[in-house]
Structure formats: structure tokens, C-alpha cells
């Protein structure tokens, strides 16, 4: 497929394949989310990539990028298959991962086991959570702990694209699984009718709570994310410190600020008076984010938000708690909001584990958000909008924001 | 969410003045102003160019000027045909309980401001409360601290006049840490010049019961 390069005017310049990374997975996550049919409503070119397209375009993507994606891809698509019992995207599945799928109930009790026999730590005989097979699809990244981000002169310039040739090498969950099966890395096969789940199937995923919500009445989404780490503690600090957060695929700019002396704005910290990443701290943090729909547009906010984080390295425990300040306006549709949301409330916490199994995790996690899209229009102009069409983006924030919270979370896994 | 304060055209006003009287003094006062800026400029372009530092982008900026200056005494007539001078406007934010942020409100400026004036608010005082009284409230805070949650800025044309409320917290514990209790409150947003306060805007902000403890 051709893809969009970043000379497009509608799309900021950024890293190469950064816009091509962000659309991919927004696909991904899109179409895995019964929630993500609220895309349709998107103007035209708003609208995902289809699937297919997105993970063919995983696999075009430019240098550690395709590592990358390929590792949400496949937790988010073998959450689908083996946490939601979701038959419809073994295919996609093992598209991604370059495998042929024969029996879809063989290929689900073969990626089961290939998962359970290689995260160590496991319970035998334990169903599978969205934290496992996220700790097995993350643990095999390169995670270097967060450094101080060069000046804007000291950055290098940004290359031109080069995309590597598909398919992918065998790693990770692709590789688990032809160790498993027996099988060989060939043509992926057409797609194979989706079957029908069987009641106990059924139970099982009812069981299984999804990781995001949203209030129909209020239109706040909750993202709980519980998930366990084997990092070092000092890691654990400096990744968790909101302050790392960017600059990312999804976080262009991130940075400590402090209010003016009129109180009347902020200005960003000098380096000289910050505190060192994963040490305390207790202030704003301007941050701007940002995703995009598709490979041509992008959308992004910029907020400033209250941060208290505080590490106890003596008791091991971290605990971030995060508020929205006020936010300063975003980009939507190629147009420019004075607003964006209004909500943006969470916490992150992390505890050690009492007396941990032997290369099991080693501390406990929670990361809890709560965020809630401003309404689009202000019915200030005609032609009157259908009811409640301003409100599209909370309608689909369980799967954006589940997108982000998996990019910060994913740095956990070691 | 701007709402009229009352028509300004009726004749005679409380001082006795005829309507007639009125225009004809603001059409004094508006072309005192012209004139006055016509007589500065100029003196200021014969003086540079004696000093023969007069040069083509100040000759384009004072032509810009001039242009400007003509235009706005044009409209004069206009303005005072329309009979009526710019409402103070009201902005009526409704903040639900969930709501940390409430995005912009704006209106236009019922007054024209020099450049450099910025503007200011007062503390949002919750109505029905009896402000002057000693000693603690009967119910929470009776006042919302303008220089904690309340933004007001000129938009960059200087014509609007942009307010925000920030900062207000999410749940009942929190919105009373930060002296933000249910209720509808009032405050003013206003120009100092020099020791003059122009009124630009009520702010009404209706703070609903948080849904969350």
C-alpha cells in the first residue's frame, strides 16, 4: 500500500514512521473494541485504516518502530482471541504473526500454552489476563531507563524513510508459537469464517473485566490497568515519573512547568531547579498528546496537569496521582479547539509483592485514569448537529485512551 | 451565554440630558480623540523626517495608521445610529459535578481598551451568602478564589474578552479541599486604567453537586 509520508501540510513533522506507528495501532485497537464502531460516525477522512491495511502497514514500518507495534499488536489482538474468546480475529492474528491458523481451536490452545509455558511465574491451568499476555508480548522490548532529553540543537536531523521488507523476523509471540506448533513462517491464509463461541466460552469472557469503561451518564471513561513488574525499583521510578512520559510517539512534549509570578500561566521548569527523574515532586506538568486517526490526519491536546509524585524508596512504593489543570486547546478535523477535555483525573501506584515466586514479578501496579472529551460544539453556529454528535470523542475514548495507557505501561515490563 | 444588561438608547437620561445631546457629545468626544491622534502622528513624522530617519516601513505603519484612524471616526455615525451602546456582556458557565475544566467562555467588549491593559477578576462570591459577615460560613466557603480558578484574558485582537475556569477539582473531597462548594456564584472581570476599573464582564458560574464522595 502506499503510505502517507510527513510532507503532508495536515500532519505535523515528526519522526519518520511516527504517524504511520500511531495510525496502525489506533487501528488495531479500534477494531478490537466492540466500542470502536462509534468510528463510523468519523467524517470520512477521519475513518481508521481497515485492519488488514494497518497490519500490513506494522510491517512496513521504519527501524525499531515495527518491534514496537508489533508487540501492542499482538497483545491487543491475542487479548481478543484468548482473554475475549473473540474467534473473528484469529486470522488477523496470525497475519500479524506470519503463521498459518488450520484449526482456530488447535492455533487458540496452542498460542494458550506457548504464552503459559514461557512467562515464568506462571500458574499452570490459570486463564489467561490481558496482564499476561501483555507481559509477554512487552517483555522481550528494549526498555532503557528514561534520560533527561537533549536540547532542540543537540537532536539529530531526522533521516529519510527506509522501510525494511516483509515479513518480520521471528521473535516474540510469532516465535513462541512455530515453537510450539511445529509450524513454519509461510503465506498467511485467507481469512476462515469466524465460529460461533461456546457457552463456557461465553462464561469465561464475561468474566474477564475489561480494562476500560465509560459512564453512559456522565461520559467519563475509566482506564484500570492492574498489571505486575519484574523491573528494578529504581527503573520502576524513573519510568513512572510523569516526566518521562515524553517526548514519545504519543507524548511530543512533555515537561515540568511553574506557575508565573502573576499567576496568570506557567513556564517550564529550568533543568537546573527539577528534581531528578524518579525523585518526588509536586507541581504542573505541561503535556502535550498526541494520535492520529489515520495515516493523513492526526489529533492532539495540550494540558497542564497537577502532579503529586512521591517515591518511598525505603517501602518500595511509588504513588502518582495526576489532575487536570486546565486545558489549553487541541486539534481536531484539521481545526483548532479552544478546548479539549474536561476531566483528566488518575492515579498510578505500585507496591511490592510479599514474598514473590522465583522469577515471578516483584511489585504490584495500579494505573487508574478517568478522562472525559469536551464537547465539540458550542451550538453557537448553524446548521444544528445531530444530538450529542459533539460528544464522538468520549464515545471512542475507552479505545484512545486505552491506546496511550498501553504505551506508558508497556515500558513496565522487563 | 451573553446575555443584554438593558437598552441604553431611551432619552432623556437620568441627568437630563436629551438623546441629542448625548450623541452629539459622543461624536465630540470620538472626533477629539481622531484629531488628537492625527496632531500626534504628525508631529511625530516631521520631527523624524528633520532627523532624516524617517524611513518606508514607519512612512507604510503611520499611512496604516491614518487608514485605521479615518475608519473608526467613519463608523461613529453609525454606531450612534444604531442607537445603542455594547451590553456588558454575562458569562454563565454550568459546571457539572464531574468537571475539572470548564472550556472558554467569550463575549465581544462593550468598551474599546488601549493596548497593554489586561484584565482582571474578582473573587466569585456565591450568592444568597451574606459576604460581609465575621466568622465561618454557614455552609462552606462563601468565596472561589479568582487567582485559583478563574482565567481572564483579551482575545489577541483585544476585542473579545476570554474567561476560564480552572483547576476545580473532581469529586465533593476535593472540590472542598480547594474551597469549591455547590452553589451559584458572581464576580466581575474588569480593565484597571490607571485608577480607572472598567467593566467588561459578569461571570455566573452554577457549581452542581459532585457525583463522586
Partial sequence: ?414 | MTTTTGDTSSAPSGTGTTTAVHRLDEFLKASTSFWQDQLGRWTGILQKVRAGTYDSTQWMQDTLGMVDAWIDLATVPFQLAAGRENPLPTLLFVVDGDAEFSPPGDAATNIFLPPGVTPEVSDLYRVGDDILAGGPPVSGSRTISSRAHVRARLSPEGDRVVVTLVDIGRGRSVREQKGIFPGLYAGAVFAREGSERRPLAIICALFEEPTLP
Fill in chain 1, 1 to 414: 500500500m502506499a503510505i502517507t509520508r510527513q510532507s503532508d501540510s495536515f500532519l505535523p513533522e515528526r519522526d519518520p514512521g511516527v504517524h504511520e506507528y500511531r495510525a496502525s495501532l489506533l487501528s488495531v485497537f479500534l477494531h478490537t473494541d466492540p466500542r470502536g464502531d462509534a468510528s463510523l460516525a468519523l467524517p470520512p477522512e477521519m475513518q481508521p485504516l481497515p485492519l488488514s491495511e494497518a497490519i500490513e502497514l506494522i510491517h512496513q514500518l521504519p527501524g525499531g518502530r515495527t518491534e514496537e507495534a508489533l508487540a501492542t499488536a499482538e497483545f491487543k489482538l491475542a487479548s481478543a482471541v484468548l482473554v475475549e474468546q473473540r474467534d473473528e480475529f484469529i486470522h488477523h492474528l496470525a497475519n500479524l504473526l506470519g503463521v498459518e491458523v488450520g484449526d482456530p481451536a488447535a492455533f487458540r490452545r496452542a498460542l494458550t500454552e506457548s504464552i503459559q509455558e514461557t512467562v515464568p511465574g506462571q500458574i499452570p491451568g490459570r486463564f489467561l489476563s490481558y496482564d499476561d499476555i501483555r507481559n509477554f508480548a512487552y517483555r522481550g522490548l528494549a526498555n532503557p531507563a528514561p534520560t533527561e532529553p537533549p536540547p532542540p540543537t543537540e537532536q539529530t536531523p531526522v533521516p529519510p524513510l527506509v522501510y525494511p521488507v516483509y515479513p518480520t523476523r521471528e521473535r516474540g509471540l510469532r516465535k513462541a508459537l512455530l515453537q510450539v506448533m511445529g509450524l513454519t513462517a509461510k503465506t498467511p491464509t485467507p481469512p476462515e469464517e469466524a465460529r460461533v463461541r461456546s457457552a463456557p466460552q461465553a462464561a469465561r469472557f464475561l468474566t474477564s473485566r475489561p480494562e476500560s469503561t465509560v459512564d453512559l451518564e456522565t461520559l467519563v471513561t475509566t482506564v484500570d490497568i492492574p498489571s505486575e513488574s519484574r523491573c528494578d525499583f529504581a527503573l520502576l521510578a524513573r519510568t513512572l515519573d510523569p516526566r518521562s512520559w515524553g517526548p514519545s510517539p504519543f507524548w511530543p512534549e512533555c515537561f515540568q512547568v511553574e506557575p508565573t509570578p502573576d499567576g496568570r500561566g506557567f513556564v517550564p521548569v529550568p533543568a537546573a531547579k527539577a528534581t531528578l527523574r524518579g525523585t518526588d515532586w509536586h507541581g504542573a506538568l505541561f503535556e502535550h498528546v498526541e494520535w492520529n486517526w489515520n495515516t493523513f490526519r492526526a489529533a492532539s491536546f495540550r494540558n497542564f496537569l497537577n502532579i503529586d509524585y512521591t517515591v518511598d524508596e525505603p517501602h518500595q512504593t511509588i504513588d502518582m496521582r495526576f489532575s487536570l489543570f486546565s486545558c489549553e486547546g487541541s486539534e481536531l478535523f484539521v481545526v483548532s479547539f479552544d478546548r479539549g477535555i474536561d476531566v483528566d483525573a488518575g492515579f498510578q501506584t505500585v507496591a511490592p509483592i510479599p514474598n514473590p515466586r522465583a522469577g515471578g514479578p516483584r511489585f504490584q501496579l495500579r494505573t487508574v485514569k478517568n478522562i472525559r472529551y469536551s464537547d465539540l460544539l458550542d451550538r453557537r453556529t448553524r446548521p444544528p448537529a445531530a444530538l450529542g454528535s459533539g460528544q464522538i470523542l468520549s464515545h471512542l475514548a475507552p479505545v484512545v485512551v486505552g491506546l496511550w495507557m498501553n504505551e506508558l505501561v508497556k515500558k513496565l515490563y522487563c
